[in-house]
């Protein structure tokens, strides 16, 4: 099956910039998705892209090379709020999203 | 307002028990899917359907079930089969299984076994 990786944590100031990589197996994926998982609650949308660049909402942005097989998502002006789980899920034909184990973000004053 | 509710959000049981966790959606999605989440790990797909009265197997359906009866409706029973129950489950819908669409997901349920 599709293996995706991404690290496992991460640690940024408040304030600064910070970019969670995705990397995938090139072949099955239409497009890539970015969910936020705060601590014991459900995983909400971030975003998803489908073509190669970058798509930015707000202060968050989010990244897809299909040919290199690699996304990020990038996060700027940080928050404490922002302190969550990143994961990053793609779609492949007409089977369940395939999800990565998620990239654990703190953030610290 | 549309959504997907699970109940209830902590349930405890004794070990040995068959438990039954609830996951309605409102939003007419036809795919419906159920994960694990254990502490610092990623979603494991449990059971999915794509369809009413149809559903697969996921990553590690062994010692639970699932039934697919009603287009909202897609309980998943944890049996006493189950080694390790104790978990966050999730449940999740979305239009339909293939290519663009979001998926949302239910508050979780989390089982304590005692």
């Known amino acids: 099956g599709q293996n995706i990786d991404q690290p496992t944590e991460m640690t940024a100031t408040e304030g600064a910039i910070v970019q969670i990589n995705c990397t995938y197996q090139?072949?099955?994926?239409?497009?890539l998705f970015w969910y936020q998982q705060h601590a014991g609650e459900a995983p909400t949308f971030l975003s998803y892209?489908?073509?190669?660049g970058l798509e930015e909402k707000g202060r968050f942005s989010s990244f897809l090379s299909r040919s290199k097989g690699y996304s990020y998502l990038l996060l700027k002006e940080l928050q404490m709020k922002d302190s969550a789980s990143y994961l990053c899920?793609?779609?492949?034909?007409?089977?369940?999203?395939?999800f990565g184990k998620g990239t654990r973000l703190s953030v610290i004053a | 307002d549309g959504g997907i509710t699970q109940s209830p959000k902590y349930l405890f049981r004794k070990e040995g028990q068959n438990v039954t966790l609830s996951c309605e959606q409102n939003?007419?999605?036809?795919?419906m899917y159920w994960y694990r989440q254990d502490p610092g790990q990623g979603l494991r797909l449990i059971y999915y359907s794509q369809i009413v009265n149809d559903f697969q197997k996921g990553d590690i359906a062994e010692g639970y079930s699932v039934s697919r009866e009603k287009k909202e409706s897609f309980p998943l029973t944890v049996t006493s089969a189950q080694k390790n129950p104790t978990a966050f489950y999730l449940c999740a819908s979305r239009v339909s299984s293939g290519g663009y669409n979001e998926q949302f997901f239910g508050p979780g349920t989390r089982l304590t076994v005692l």
């Open positions: 939003l007419n999605h036809d795919a």
């Open positions: 892209n489908v073509l190669d």
């Open positions: 090139t072949s099955g994926f239409n497009g």
């Open positions: 899920a793609g779609p492949s034909g007409n089977t369940p999203l395939v």
